[in-house]
């Protein structure tokens, strides 16, 4: 998986959680599948999926200076999971998944190339109540607040200029 993807499987999955108007993504089963493809997998334990997809929520809107007991949590959560250093072909080495849920196991994957990257914070939920759809912010400040500044944005914006003015 290229690194730029990782960000993107990771908002699917935490927008397939029920939040706004939408239902959980993982009870459908005709959607359960998108979700669960960027991953390497069209199944797999839905429960622990759920679970992992909640700590992820979690950590995407902790302050990152308090997140260290949510963090071990996940560590937790996820610790079916194990790697081993695959060196089986000359001059190249990859971690191969030896235990655990394949899906869970490319999530955390996913995961660790994002923290690594020092992109997690990057990780946020709209500022607007009433979407809090997550999205990944690219900009350089990362100071973006919402999924669309078009939709959300905007809404927010007339509410400001009207408090202003009223
Ligand atoms: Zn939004």
């Given amino acids: 998986m290229a690194s730029s993807?990782?960000?993107?499987a990771l908002v699917t999955l935490l927008n397939s959680r029920a939040y706004s108007t939408l239902p959980d993504k993982l009870d459908l089963p005709e959607l359960v599948e998108d979700v669960l493809r960027p991953f390497g997998g069209t199944t797999g334990q839905l429960d622990l999926v759920r679970a992992v997809r909640d700590d992820l929520v979690g950590l995407v809107t902790v302050d990152p200076r308090d997140s260290a007991a949510d963090w071990a949590a996940f560590s937790g959560r996820v610790s079916s999971v194990t790697f081993q250093q695959d060196?089986?072909?000359?001059?190249?080495?990859?971690?191969?998944?030896v235990s655990g849920d394949p899906v869970v196991g490319s999530i955390v994957l996913s995961v660790a190339a994002v923290v690594e990257a020092g992109n997690w914070t990057r990780?946020?939920?709209c500022a607007n109540d009433l979407c809090t759809e997550v999205f990944y912010d690219t900009t350089r400040s990362r100071t973006r607040r919402w999924?669309?500044?078009e939709i959300c944005g905007n809404r927010t914006n007339v509410a400001a200029y009207r408090a202003r003015n009223s």
């Fill in 5 to 8: 993807s990782h960000e993107e």
């Fill in 123 to 125: 990780l946020k939920l």
């Fill in 87 to 97: 060196f089986s072909t000359p001059g190249a080495v990859r971690l191969r998944q």
């Fill in 147 to 149: 999924h669309s500044y």
